[in-house]
């Protein structure tokens, strides 16, 4: 595909939901009202993140492969001279499989939000701040100017923030106004050390400053500079302790909600560490990554251990809070990884970002289906004694999450595996001038993680999914309000639901099993990222 | 005769000095007219008014090449009084455009009161409980004095005028007459609702720290004429790098007590205290007013003095303006934080704690420039306030637009009583959510965000870390208060009020349907327009941050 294709599909993935997310807001034209004012806006939502979807697919399949340490298909126009800040627009190898993992997961929660409204005001509001949503992820992946990139990483936050608090669950005001506040205040803390970056580099041009390498830079001013960025971005990762914003709003949130938090917008902290940190200031990134490092391994056996304490029998815990904590762990892989500073553990990082998009996403989404079916999903009321018994009463169901549960443990030839061992094998070997005690004591520290993971998904599924079948069932009702959830009759895996799953099954086990196809892509880029842009 | 005063003479530059000069005969036109015109006729007053504040706006356009100057100096070096250079025509195109908004604010509500002189009934609070709301109640539509129209418009025309020579003023006799001609007719403008308790208050509030502020000044100029014998601002900037050691002492007092009058009228701390009350006590315009062109006046003022006649006390005023910058902004951000959203008339006072916060944020280049190391680079940091300036004017102003047309069937004024604005109003609900995201600096307030990226980038240019980060944290507090502004207008309606409130509740439903006057449609429209326009093309302001203005 030539370039200027290349280019404008790239822009049309940005300035398309956007225009969507407006005409969203205006009445339908004639010839596209369907069945009524809700159904037509939420088919628009289908329809513009299908298209969205099927650009972003086009554009993998023109981008050119044999270089993917390129920046391919840019647009660089001016936008504001004042203070230097160009509309800079590229994909490598790094970037690209982040965009077509955000088209994707977008298109399915809005397929899936066609089927099934999360409760709360019009559907047309929902839409519109999706498809914002939407715009403001996509461009976060593809912007090349530092300016652009804050400006991306903020829009972000006012669709997310009236996604939790309108269509949310209980508690849903103070989660939103927690997520909010907390990355509000690391983005701030954020735009001063881009400005310090900027002014002190002499340019916001992200491919400039990083060829340049940190070359312009003092020590001091990368230190400051990574300091500075790496809290906005950590907030945003989230990396342990600053993690504490994230249980809440993923409980709190709609099932579309979660899915997006976890699968996409959780990965624009880590990318950003990955564009912005490692190539712009390099002293600054080495000089602080065994802390980096340290937090991340904390995190990660936090995250396992808070998870276990959920999983107890009688700890009262809420399933979708489980995954939230378990989001800290695996990004705690992903942070790890990063902080090796080696071609290894960044593309194990790369990798783990995107397998735990595709299965944390199909986690929320599977636990989401068990709210809808059993009206909660506090694992206490959920098991009563015995256990659940999903595989009894909705086999598909149960197996969807048997199977997700396996994949998020990390099991060999599911995608969960490789980026974690990655990670992990990055971190036997970090990069030079790196202490290798701290790291092996890292490395065993996020290995115990990986043995905790998969003890409480192991309880997960022995819960949720084994049981006793019960004998009598009261048939019919989905949300009646009977009082034992365990009791109920169960729909098992629903058309939509297939629909909305299956791409993220089929892409778990592909990345499992091929996971060349992604390396491939993102190994030259980060080889070239780690050696300054050359 | 003329040759013997040919020495002494001035010439005149006509055009130079017309943007002032009209709004100024159009003052006296309007107050001519006032007393020919029949009470029914009195809308065209402020028709008049605005179209002499258009055609004053309009004649910034042959300036636009910044190059003319006037009152010249015959004598030795020729120091101008009236320089209209790039930085005077862009804060009087600010003036100008922001009292234009301002007269279009005012039109229904000089008009409306003015027209209806019967008393609308009784008007209690709906949910009227302890002091405040009953206060609220007191000053319902009916109970509201009424604004006698001709004073009101020749009293804005006033301070317009003075408002636009200040930026051109270049010797300090006339930066002083411009700042009391600015500010004399805003104490009236603030008391005139006859009958208002309220009002009197917050005007004698006004007017006495005012005057104090100003004796202050005038004796600090008086100081720094004394040390340099000069008023014009380059020659003092001349005199003062090489005063008698002697004086030394009076010229840094004179140059921190002239920098105490503008600083009041940026209502910088420790000089803000009448904000509140005087925003609150006002007619809502003119707190508009007050908030955006006495804003603008403080701050190029300030600019002037710091920039062009003190340089060589740089260390001097520098520190004290980032320290006050970051006092001001504190200030401002934590009391905004603690207005209860059920308190009568907390829109507006949020609205005036937050301006104080924003005139901290405006003071942050002015303290960069303190801390540059040649003059081009002071005149560049100034150069963001400026843009700052002209962001917040047009944002400001639309939110204060939006307030008024919510004060219209809520006379109360509280910040509960946006709840579910959207549901009744969405245009408008929608229209101040962005205003407020663009004050918040929150995409999709494009400009608000890229506004603060200029004053952040002044700060850390200069070196000023710490006041940078002080500056952050004060982001994130008024992100927080504006942002949970923006979520109740897209709250859930309150339920219908209970029976027991009787007449009050359907005396509350009824206004809701009233009419919004074109005027007030108008002022929001254009500067929701002027506010999405920049924030596509942030260059359109932005670039007064890269550019040397003065």
Redesign the interface.
């Known amino acids: 595909m030539n370039h200027t294709a290349l280019q404008s599909l790239l822009a049309a993935l940005i300035v398309l939901p956007l225009l969507g997310s407006l005409a969203a807001l205006l009445p339908a034209p004639p010839g596209l009202r369907g069945r009524g004012p809700d159904q037509a806006v939420l088919r628009h939502g289908v329809t513009v993140t299908g298209v969205v979807l099927a650009a972003a697919v086009a554009l993998a399949a023109g981008f050119d492969h044999d270089r993917p340490a390129a920046m391919q298909a840019q647009t660089d126009i001016s936008?504001?001279?004042?203070?230097d800040?160009r509309i800079h627009l590229g994909v490598d190898g790094v970037s690209l499989p982040l965009l077509v993992l955000t088209a994707l997961l977008t298109f399915l929660c809005a397929l899936y939000g066609y089927f099934n409204m999360p409760a709360g005001?019009s559907p047309k509001?929902f839409v519109a701040l999706l498809l914002l949503l939407e715009a403001?992820t996509l461009a976060t992946f593809a912007v090349l100017d530092l300016?652009l990139f804050f400006?991306a990483f903020?829009?972000v936050?006012?669709p997310m923030?009236?996604l939790i608090?309108?269509w949310g669950g209980a508690g849903r005001e103070r989660a939103a106004w927690r997520f909010?506040?907390y990355t509000?205040?690391g983005s701030?803390?954020m735009?001063?050390g881009l400005?310090?970056v900027?002014?002190k580099g002499g340019t916001f041009d992200m491919v400039a400053l990083a060829s340049d390498n940190g070359s312009k830079l003092s020590h001091t001013t990368q230190l400051i500079a990574v300091l500075a960025i790496g809290i906005g971005l950590a907030v945003k990762a989230p990396m342990w302790p600053l993690h504490s914003w994230l249980p809440d709003a993923h409980t709190a949130a709609p099932t579309v909600g979660s899915v997006l938090l976890a699968g996409v917008l959780l990965k624009m902290g880590t990318y950003g560490l990955v564009r912005v940190v490692l190539p712009i200031a390099p002293d600054g990134a080495h000089a602080l990554a065994p802390y980096l490092a340290a937090f991340a391994a904390v995190g990660i056996i936090y995250g396992s251990l808070a998870c276990l304490a959920l999983v107890r029998t009688g700890g009262r815990g809420d399933l979708k809070r489980l995954i939230a904590y378990s989001s800290v762990g695996h990004m705690g892989f992903v942070l790890l990884g990063i902080a090796t500073l080696t071609p290894t553990g960044v593309n194990g990082a790369l990798f783990a970002n995107i397998a735990h998009g595709l299965i944390t996403g199909l986690l929320f989404f599977l636990v989401g289906a068990l709210k809808d079916r059993f009206g909660t999903t506090d694992l206490d009321q959920l098991s009563g004694t015995g256990g659940a018994a999903l595989y009894g009463r909705a086999p598909r169901l149960g197996g969807l999450l048997a199977f997700g549960a396996v994949a998020s443990l990390g099991l060999p030839g599911l995608a969960g595996f490789w980026g974690e061992m990655l990670a992990m094998f990055g971190a036997f070997r970090p990069a030079d001038g790196l202490s290798r005690p701290a790291f092996l004591t890292f490395m065993a520290l996020a290995g115990l993680g990986t043995l905790l993971t998969a003890a409480y998904l192991l309880l997960v599924v022995r819960r949720v999914c084994m049981g006793e079948h019960p004998e009598e069932e009261i048939p019919g009702t989905l949300t009646g309000a009977s009082p034992e959830p365990g009791r109920r009759a169960l729909v098992d895996v629903r058309g939509y639901e297939f629909a909305a799953w299956t791409p993220l099954v089929a892409l778990t086990v592909l990345g499992g099993l091929w996971p060349a196809a992604l390396l491939g892509l993102s190994d030259p880029a980060v080889q070239q990222l780690l050696a300054g842009g050359h | 005769m003329t040759a013997l005063a040919g020495g002494y003479v001035q010439s005149v530059d006509w055009l130079a000095i017309a943007p002032p000069t009209i709004t100024a005969a159009a003052a006296l036109a309007v107050l001519v007219a006032d007393l020919f015109l029949a009470e029914r006729n009195k809308p065209l007053l402020g028709w008049l008014a605005t179209g002499g504040l258009a055609l004053a706006a309009l004649f910034l356009l042959p300036l636009r090449d910044g190059d003319r100057r006037t009152f010249c100096l015959t004598s030795d070096g020729g120091a101008c009084s009236y320089t209209a250079d790039h930085f005077a025509v862009v804060i009087q195109l600010l003036v100008l455009g922001g009292a234009l908004l301002t007269a279009l604010l005012s039109m229904s509500e000089v008009h409306d009161r003015g027209a209806d002189n019967t008393p609308e009934g009784p008007d209690t609070d709906p949910e009227g409980r302890g002091g405040d709301a009953g206060r609220a109640g007191s000053e319902g539509r009916g109970g509201r004095g009424n604004v006698p129209a001709g004073e009101f418009w020749f009293l804005l025309l006033s301070s317009a005028a003075g408002a636009a020579l200040l930026p051109a003023s270049r010797d300090l006799a006339t930066l002083v007459v411009a700042l009391e001609v600015a500010s004399l007719p805003a104490f009236a403008l603030v008391g005139l609702r006859r009958g208002d308790r309220l009002s009197s208050e917050a005007a004698l509030k006004f007017f006495l720290s005012s005057v104090t502020a100003t004796a202050v000044m005038l004796m600090g100029v008086s100081f720094v004429y004394a040390a340099t014998g000069s008023l014009h601002l380059s020659r003092i900037a001349g005199a003062l790098g090489h005063v008698d050691p002697r004086l030394d002492t009076l010229a840094q007092a004179g140059v921190v007590l002239t920098l105490v009058g503008f600083a009041f009228k940026t209502a910088a701390v420790p000089f803000h205290f009448w904000v509140p009350d005087t925003y609150v006590g006002a007619p809502l315009p003119v707190a508009a007013y007050l908030s955006v062109i006495g804003k603008a006046v403080g701050f190029s003022g300030l600019i002037l003095v710091t920039v062009l006649a003190f340089p060589a006390y740089a260390d001097v005023w520098g520190p004290a303006v980032a320290v006050l910058a970051g006092l001001t902004m504190t200030a401002g951000n934590v009391a905004a934080l603690r207005q209860r959203p059920d308190r009568a008339h907390s829109a507006v006072r949020l609205l005036a704690w937050s301006s104080v916060a924003q005139a901290g944020y405006l003071l942050v280049p002015i303290a960069a420039a303190g801390y540059a190391d040649s003059s081009g680079d002071a005149a560049h940091a100034v150069g963001s306030t400026v843009?700052y300036a002209l962001m917040y004017a047009a944002v400001n102003l639309g939110a204060f637009a939006v307030a008024a047309l919510v004060t219209r069937t809520h006379p109360a004024g509280r910040l509960s009583d946006y709840r579910g604005l959207y549901a009744s109003r969405p245009a408008a609900a929608l229209a101040l959510g962005f205003f407020l995201?663009c004050l918040a600096g929150?995409?999709?307030g494009?400009i608000g965000?890229?506004a603060k990226?200029?004053v952040?980038?002044a700060a850390?240019?200069a070196g000023l870390g710490w006041l940078?980060?002080v500056m952050?944290?004060n982001?994130?507090i008024a992100?927080?208060y504006y942002?949970q502004w923006t979520?109740v207008l897209?709250r859930?309606p309150e339920p219908a009020a209970q029976p027991t409130t009787g007449t009050a509740a359907t005396a509350a439903a009824a206004p809701a349907t009233r009419a919004v006057p074109a005027s007030l449609t108008a002022v929001i429209g254009l500067a929701a327009v002027l506010g999405v326009a920049l924030s596509g093309a942030?260059?359109l302001v932005?670039?007064?941050?890269?550019g040397a203005l003065l």
């Open positions: 936008w504001i001279p004042a203070l800040i005001p509001a403001g300016m400006l903020e829009t936050l006012i923030y009236f608090n309108r909010i506040l509000l205040l701030v803390v735009l001063l400005l310090l900027g002014l | 843009a995201l929150l995409p999709p494009v965000l890229f990226v200029t952040f980038s850390v240019d940078a980060v952050a944290v982001v994130v992100l927080y942002l979520a897209f859930a942030p260059q932005l670039r007064f941050a890269s």
